[in-house]
């Protein structure tokens, strides 16, 4: 109370800056430890708002309609009908899978019919801007930008679809409702309706998928229609996507990343607090004999508190000042790297709450550590001011453990206000706190261990180095701690992609399948192995598909276990819808194949007989499904195969390796069977390189047109292309706590300054050449630095493992090459700035030193 | 007689009874003070002399209420320090007290004036600076007023140190080797202006030193010695 009653004196402020006066400039220093954290929460949080805006303004551009619903076959004029009476505009598309023809080469693309004004919120983008409309007077067609450029095409080129010619218009750049990634993934062509009758494709082809765009009258809300026709729109097998669950989906996902880099954030405030917070002790170490002295003109214990805490405030300040300026400024960059990940396009602006926010969070989080030095100054006696030895007997008080406890509670709330569950954030503080504890026991660790060295008959400098690692007032916990929890954070980070990026693309498959071919008929099948001849492709893997729908689980119809209109939301009391309605791709074969590998029973052999209730066909089941169905051995099942009842029995489980691009498969039936149902096949094969991969297509195209492709090549350069730019943020944020570190790091030692200078000073006097002075630094900070990496890898080895198997539940993937770039640059960038920072200790002139010293 | 007399004629400013400080506890206690007894009236002068180790600091700190006896009570104007928490001691110290030390003690970040400012500011929340500079003339610095420690000095530093003990006016003023840090010339000037000072004022004195001719100043002497008192005063 008092405290609070000297703070707002104003004596106490004049105090604090006249006492600040010799080291205000390093007191600055200091507090840009927190400024790098405080810009980062600034930039997510404002960033976050401007994507939050983004998604609230543009949600209808998320979809270019009100309502789409979705059909795998045409409408019928019943649904049409009863799709009418929701009144409003609408449009029509028909997209499907087929190859595009021009004079430089052919190549399988993703067309579109369409009819109506769609989109009807926002525009299709297109190069020349104008080709859009021309588009929809029905002058031609519009295609994927990235396919005309690599073909050489521009408006005015003639390309051919199926039997018809058409006139391309321009390029297509952006249409609402898909993201950028999706056209690479299957490039766009955009035809108008009318002709697609005259390019003569839609008749073999199986996999079209035939859609309705919907504008609503303002009365009518898509969101509750939709809720109100669930089991309508079911029976029809329709189905619909909304506007607001578009931007659900997209705000969740962004939501998720920018708690994950709030938290990122947080760390690399944590460590610059815990760096503005030594910085305050040491100050407040110089700062004894004056508060004593303070003490014996009479200033009330409070007062003396109050301008140090004034001092700690205005660093505080001062620290986010600059990092809510400097978080503003990335902020406006920041867009720019979203770009092309985002449906949305960010207007960057600068979000003065997440100013205010990420400054008191600065201030806040700054005030409760460098609380802990504080507290000290209450123990100060007034009889230091007489005799200069006087040691306060040191033993915690109940303040500071209500510090530590305000700590703790601060980084949990944080914490926790970014993750899902509220344990989750404590779950991340206590494993800080893990962290912190064993860098702090690390530290004390190479203090003994450099007392006992230093024992030994090393050279001269060794033991010198060694010594400044545990004579009082040493850094060591402090730059161990930090070095560290940075070494530690960045290594995580690094850590974690490469896990993920393992998991996606595996090593060692240097000649595996990363191309497969399916919807081939059986009449085609001796045809494409005689093309696969002539490419000297490989057939790796050939299998055949039965497509089938999934009719009872356990003798339970699958109709009485989807969803009810009403039901509670699954709560994982019974299987999942998509899970008891998806069509079911199933082969049959007696072995298993090479990315599989059995967990429970046995494959079956040849099935004899008529399947029958008596007589169930073996099957073996895919073990992720069959916890979704949530069936085990000896469970039955019965799918339906174009009306004929085939009643199963589950006899095997198996694992599946879904990272290779196999024809990979949830249900496998033996043989006997399905020989007779109307099978398609599947090839996976080996495409060496791009040529062949559009050699291919092209072939494809001119023999096979309703055969489709997926080149996993392409589809992993676009994946990647996304999780770099993620990687790019991520990276960033990396960056942010390294330069933390090195702050902190240069604080530590400019603060330590003053004894080196001295000792230096003394070390010359009794005949020590600079070199060697150099050398005594260099023994310190590689001892430090490479303790620090140590123990950062030994760390985030475990977090990173940790992550890999309990948040992403992959296999850990060992990066030998992170952990020693690590390694060898940590030491390095503690060697390199340390001796930086360190620069001229052997060169002042000692008289100066021993004069300043005196008075001090 | 005269000091005798005075003694007895003043009212009494400090009071020290049975003072006891004692290190430690059992049998590893160490006694640096026993049973000291003295009264100071307002005005008077008093020289604490004895050997290094003796416990002339302690006693000091103990009158100044920076420090707890073992047993024992000091009274500062009546007022028992025994009956007064940290922020009582201290508001006492900078209403009726001024300090000196050996080693100067100024505050490093604050210039010459702003140090003779603090008690003032303590006190009332402002200062004059005129008054703190008419202190700093009168202590022959008036032109070094915006110097900080570190450009001055010893003697110097000593000077505003004092200026600094009497801008609050104080009653009692306790000096602990004053010039044991100074060379003799300085030494002498800075004596002399404490003893100037004091008698302007009429301020009492409690000097700490081993010099004997600067004892001889002081009106009455006491002498210590392991802790004891040798001649009771
Ligand atoms: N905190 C302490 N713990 C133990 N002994 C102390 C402590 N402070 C002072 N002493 C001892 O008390 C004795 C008196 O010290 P001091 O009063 O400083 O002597 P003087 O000022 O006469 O030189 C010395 O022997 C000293 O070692
Ligand atoms: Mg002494």
């Known amino acids: ?856 | 007689m005269t000091a005798n007399f005075a003694a007895v004629s003043q009212p009494t400013i400090l009071s020290a009874r049975q003072l006891t400080k004692s290190y430690g506890r059992g049998p590893e206690a160490l006694t640096v003070l026993k049973e000291v007894s003295f009264e100071l009236g307002a005005g008077e002068t008093l020289a604490i002399v004895g050997p290094s180790g003796s416990g002339k600091t302690t006693l000091l700190g103990l009158c100044a209420g920076l420090d707890t006896p073992t047993s024992g009570e000091v009274s500062l104007a009546g007022e028992p320090f025994s009956a007064l928490d940290e922020d009582g001691r201290a508001r006492v110290r900078n209403a009726r007290v001024g300090f000196i030390f050996q080693n100067f003690q100024l505050l490093p970040s604050l210039t010459a004036l702003e140090n003779v400012m603090v008690p003032l500011e303590l006190r009332s929340g402002t200062a004059s600076r005129e008054a703190a500079r008419a202190l700093l003339d009168q202590v022959g610095l008036g032109s070094r007023t915006h110097h900080y420690p570190t450009q001055l000095s010893g003697g110097e530093q000593q000077r505003v140190a004092l200026a600094r003990a009497f801008a609050t006016r104080p009653q009692l003023l306790f000096a602990d080797e004053p010039t044991g840090n100074l060379d003799d010339e300085t030494a002498q000037k800075v004596v002399e202006l404490i003893f100037s000072l004091n008698s302007a004022a009429g301020t009492a004195l409690v000097l700490v030193t081993h010099d004997l001719e600067l004892a001889a100043r002081c009106q009455r002497t006491l002498r210590l010695k392991g802790g004891r008192v040798l001649t009771p005063v």
């Not at chain 1, 007077?137 to 050489?152: A, H």
């Not at chain 1, 509750?224 to 309508?232: C, M, N, P």
């Not at chain 1, 997440?354 to 100054?377: H, K």
């Not at chain 1, 760390?795 to 296999?811: I, Q, Y």
Request: aromatic share 8%; glycine share 8%; charged share 20%.
């Open chain 1, 1 to 856: 109370m008092s405290v609070l009653k000297a703070l707002l004196d104003r004596w106490t402020w004049t105090m604090a800056w006249r006492d600040s006066q010799s080291t205000r400039g390093r007191l600055f220093l200091f507090s840009l430890s927190i400024s790098l954290g405080v810009a980062a929460l600034v930039a997510i949080d404002s960033l976050g708002g401007s994507v939050r805006q983004a998604i609230g303004q543009q949600a209808k551009t998320l979809l270019g309609a009100d309502l789409v619903v979705t059909s795998r076959a045409p409408f019928t004029p019943q649904d049409e009908e009863w799709l009418g009476s929701l009144g409003g505009e609408s449009a029509r598309e028909t997209s499907f899978s087929t190859m595009l023809t021009t004079t430089n080469g052919n190549r399988l693309v993703n067309a579109r019919a369409l009819e109506g004004d769609f989109p009807f919120y926002g525009q299709i983008e297109t190069d020349p801007t104008t080709a859009a409309a021309a588009f929809h007077r029905g002058d031609g067609v519009v295609i994927e930008e990235s396919l005309l450029q690599q073909f050489g095409l521009k408006a005015g080129d003639s390309v051919r679809l199926g039997k018809a010619d058409f006139q391309v218009l321009g390029a297509l750049r952006k249409v609402p409702g898909d993201s950028v990634a999706f056209g690479a993934l299957a490039p766009r062509v955009y035809l108008p309706e009318r002709d697609l009758d005259r390019t003569g494709l839609l008749k073999g082809v199986s996999l079209a998928r035939y859609r309705r765009y919907f504008q609503l009258d303002s009365k009518v809300d898509a969101e509750k229609w939709v809720k109100e026709h669930e089991s309508e729109l079911r029976k029809r097998r329709l189905e619909t996507d909304t506007v607001a669950r578009r931007q659900r989906d997209l705000g969740r996902a962004m939501e998720n990343l920018f708690r994950f880099l709030n938290l990122v954030a947080l760390v690399a405030l944590l460590l610059g607090a815990i760096g503005v917070a030594s910085a305050v002790q040491v100050h407040l170490r110089r700062k004894l004999s004056s508060i004593a002295v303070l003490r014996c003109l009479g200033a009330p214990i409070s007062a003396t508190f109050a301008i140090y805490l004034a001092q700690a405030l205005a660093l505080g300040a001062a620290g986010s000042l600059v990092g809510i300026v400097l978080g503003l400024t990335a902020s406006t960059g920041l867009p720019r790297l979203l770009q092309g990940v985002l449906p949305v396009s960010i207007q960057s602006q600068w979000e003065w709450t997440s100013a205010a926010i990420g400054g008191a969070v600065g201030m806040g989080i700054c005030l409760v550590f460098t609380l802990l030095p504080l507290l000290e100054i209450r123990r100060v006696s007034p009889l230091a001011a007489i005799r200069a030895a006087y040691e306060p007997p040191r033993r915690r008080s109940l303040a500071s453990w209500v510090v530590y406890g305000a700590m703790a509670l601060a980084v949990a709330g944080f914490s926790g206000a970014q993750t899902p569950h509220w344990w989750e954030g404590f779950a991340f503080t206590g494993g800080l706190a893990v962290a912190l504890g064993l860098l702090a026991g690390t530290a004390t660790l190479i203090v003994q261990l450099a007392r006992q060295l230093a024992r030994l008959p090393l050279p001269f400098v060794a033991r010198q180095g060694l010594a400044s690692l545990h004579r009082p007032n040493n850094r060591t916990l402090l730059l161990l701690v930090s070095l560290g929890l940075g070494t530690f954070l960045i290594v995580t980070l690094q850590l974690t992609r490469t896990v993920l990026l393992e998991q996606l693309f595996p090593p060692g498959q240097k000649n595996g399948p990363n191309a497969l071919l399916f919807d081939i008929q059986t009449d085609q099948r001796e045809g494409l192995q005689a093309l696969f001849q002539r490419l000297g492709l490989p057939v790796l893997n050939e299998a055949p598909v039965v497509t089938m729908r999934l009719q009872k689980v356990k003798e339970v119809p699958t109709e009485a276990l989807v969803r009810k209109e009403g039901d509670p939301r699954d709560r994982g009391d019974r299987p999942p819808d998509w899970a008891l309605r998806r069509e079911y791709r199933s082969t049959w074969r007696t072995n298993l194949v090479e990315a599989e590998h059995l967990t429970a029973g046995s494959m079956s052999t040849a099935f004899v007989g008529e399947p029958s209730a008596s007589n169930r066909v073996p099957v073996s089941v895919e073990a992720n499904i069959a916890k979704e169905l949530r069936v085990g051995l000896g469970d039955t099942l019965e799918f339906d195969i174009q009306g004929v009842p085939i009643p199963c029995v589950i006899t095997s489980l198996r694992e599946v390796d879904w990272r290779q691009l196999r024809p990979n498969f949830y249900v496998v039936f033996p043989t006997g069977v399905l020989e007779s149902a109307p099978a398609m096949f599947l090839v996976a094969t080996h495409l060496p390189d791009s040529q062949t991969s559009a050699r291919l297509q092209r072939e494809l195209g001119k023999a096979f047109p309703n055969v489709s492709t997926i080149d996993l090549a392409t589809v992993l350069q676009t994946l990647e292309a996304i999780l770099n730019k993620v990687a790019l943020a991520i990276r960033f944020m990396a960056g942010l706590t390294a330069g933390t570190g090195v702050i902190v790091l240069i604080g530590a030692i400019l603060s330590g300054r003053g004894q080196r200078v001295q000792e230096a000073v003394l070390l010359r006097t009794l005949g020590a050449s600079r070199f060697q002075i150099r050398e005594i630094l260099f023994t310190e900070y590689a001892v430090l630095g490479l303790f620090s990496a140590l123990t950062g890898i030994v760390l985030s080895v475990a977090a990173s493992w940790a992550l890999a198997h309990f948040t992403f539940e992959v296999n850990y993937a060992w990066s030998p090459g992170v952990l020693l770039a690590a390694l060898v640059s940590v030491p390095l960038v503690t060697i390199t700035v340390g001796i930086l920072t360190s620069r001229g200790v052997a060169d002042e002139p000692p008289l100066e030193i021993l004069r300043q010293e005196g008075t001090g």
